[in-house]
């Protein structure tokens, strides 16, 4: 009954790889997100769909790419990993045309390069 | 620039007794404020929110209370039990949609 869902939970690989983490919400929310966790434990938005549609883009390295397969879903792909990209990844999905604003997270995904 | 700010990192408080966990804010165009529940490995967990219109809301243990004027908001958590210790968030939201984060508060209640 997992709300928000991503896998893998841990992603260990190289630098330079392509690498990608998926995302399921089953709300029927119709807007979803990407944030990051660094290592200083901030939390930042990287990206947010609304309905398939990309709205919220920040200036994130384009080796980051969403994928939104359906309002469901929300997959997020890195090309040419790099050490920096070290983070845990969060999703997060909403209702905001509803008027709900809160957001609800998966677990998140801690990836690792080396 | 950060324009939500949790200057405490840690907070001690003995199981029954009030927590308090405060966050400042220097944007005057937010209009909708939440805090988040964090346990190592898992995920935020909303706990609580206010829009800007209010100055008070309160769910249960937990009351947020809001002075726009000062651009300030606090989490009280009465009593606290030793299941409330972790970290917490507080958070606001842009006209956009955005959730902009402070660093978070690492809560610990002790027996």
């Known amino acids: 009954d997992t709300a928000v869902s991503q896998t893998p939970k841990y992603l260990v690989t190289q630098m330079g790889n392509d690498k990608s983490i998926k995302c399921e919400q089953n709300?029927?929310?119709?807007?979803m997100y990407w944030y990051k966790q660094d290592s200083k434990k901030f939390l930042k938005i990287m990206f947010s769909?609304?309905?398939?549609?990309?709205?919220i883009n920040e200036t994130v390295p384009n080796r980051f790419s969403p994928k939104s397969p359906d309002k469901a879903h929300l997959n997020l792909h890195i090309n040419s990993l790099e050490l920096g990209d070290s983070a845990v990844y969060f999703c997060a999905s909403s209702r905001p045309l509803q008027g709900s604003r809160e957001q609800y997270f998966g677990p998140g995904t801690r990836l690792t390069v080396t | 620039d950060q324009q939500v700010k949790q200057n405490s990192p840690s907070l001690s408080v003995q199981e029954g007794r009030i927590s308090i966990l405060n966050c400042d804010y220097t944007?005057?165009?937010?209009?909708?404020f939440l805090w988040y529940k964090k346990y190592p490995a898992e995920g935020p967990t909303f706990l609580i929110s206010?829009?800007?219109?209010?100055d008070k809301n309160e769910d249960g243990r937990f009351t947020v209370f809001l002075n726009k004027s000062a651009k300030h908001l606090s989490l009280h958590i009465v009593p606290s039990q030793p299941g409330d210790s972790a970290v917490y968030f507080c958070?606001?939201?842009?006209?956009?949609?955005?959730?902009?984060f402070g660093q978070g508060t690492e809560l610990s209640v002790k027996p």
């Open positions: 709300l029927g929310h119709d807007t």
């Open positions: 769909y609304n309905n398939k549609e990309l709205i």
């Open positions: 206010i829009s800007s219109i209010k």
């Open positions: 944007n005057s165009m937010f209009d909708y």
């Open positions: 958070a606001a939201i842009t006209q956009g949609g955005k959730l902009i």
